[in-house]
């Protein structure tokens, strides 16, 4: 069965919303639900489908939330279905054309709930503030911000199990430690790894680099498989990869 679900609908300029369309704050939270525990398992459409879907009634989400002001349980867990669903869109359209995903746009909502749940943690407590603390910082490896952030947290974020994790990713990846950074990466929860993954890229060119560098001589050979250890490439993956960078691969 279809259920209707309230679009996101911009406000005309110098118009006010109408409060009879505005939904309570339960109601917003089962609308939630009801998106990322039925419509997101769904079968019967792409999954490009599925996102524009989901994107565009979140958006109306929020849009009656920031309205009405809500600012307690009931909006943190929202915006925490919110940041998982972005986080997982991320992964499955990765490489998807850009008329059908646009990661930049995800990105912004990305942030745009991690920010507002930061906010929100100060006043309301969540058991799950530890992990959403973790993909602030790991969406945000290249921002030192992100690292003070984390340095005002209270302790018992800090001790807490993956938030270790991301934090000791976060100084691998500021101080260029390529072998821990690749190292803590396959250790990271599933989403945390999607998190971070747009930074991959870049700490494995870094390596590349100073490899380089450092077995520049002609007649010096660098055994493949050790190579793709350090990176965490598989074999595929790897020599494409080097391709691209213009070192060659031999027998």
């Known amino acids: 069965p279809y259920t209707p679900v309230k679009e ?25 639900e009801y998106l990322i525990g039925d419509v997101l398992d769904r079968k019967d459409f792409p999954w490009k489908i599925i996102y524009n879907f ?41 490489g998807m054309p850009i008329e059908d995903f646009d990661p930049k746009i995800n990105g912004i909502h990305t942030t745009e709930c991690l920010k507002r749940l930061l906010v929100l943690y100060k006043h309301v407590f969540s058991r799950n503030r530890p992990e959403f603390e973790s993909y602030y910082l790991l969406c945000n490896l290249d921002n030192t911000n992100a690292l003070i952030h984390g340095l005002q947290l209270p302790k018992s974020v800090r001790v807490e199990v993956n938030y270790q994790l991301s934090w000791k990713l976060a100084l691998a990846y500021l101080h260029g430690n390529y072998v821990l950074f690749i190292r803590l990466l396959h250790r990271l929860p599933r989403l945390s790894l999607f998190a971070v993954v747009s930074y991959v890229r870049d700490m494995r ?33 790897i020599k494409e990869f080097l391709a691209a960078h213009g070192l060659p691969v031999t027998s």
């Open 8 to 32: 996101f609908s911009r406000p005309a300029a110098g118009r006010q919303t109408d409060l009879s369309d505005l939904r309570p704050p339960h109601v917003l939270l089962k609308t939630m």
């Open 54 to 94: 989901i994107f565009d009634r979140i958006r109306a989400i929020r849009q009656d939330m920031v309205i009405q002001r809500v600012a307690d349980e009931t909006a943190v867990s929202i915006l925490e279905q919110a940041t998982r669903f972005h986080i997982l869109s991320h992964h499955k359209l990765a």
């Open 205 to 237: 060119i870094r390596a590349l680099d100073v490899m380089n560098t450092a077995y520049s001589s002609q007649q010096c050979m660098f055994p493949i498989a050790d190579l793709n250890t350090i990176l965490g490439f598989e074999e595929s993956e």
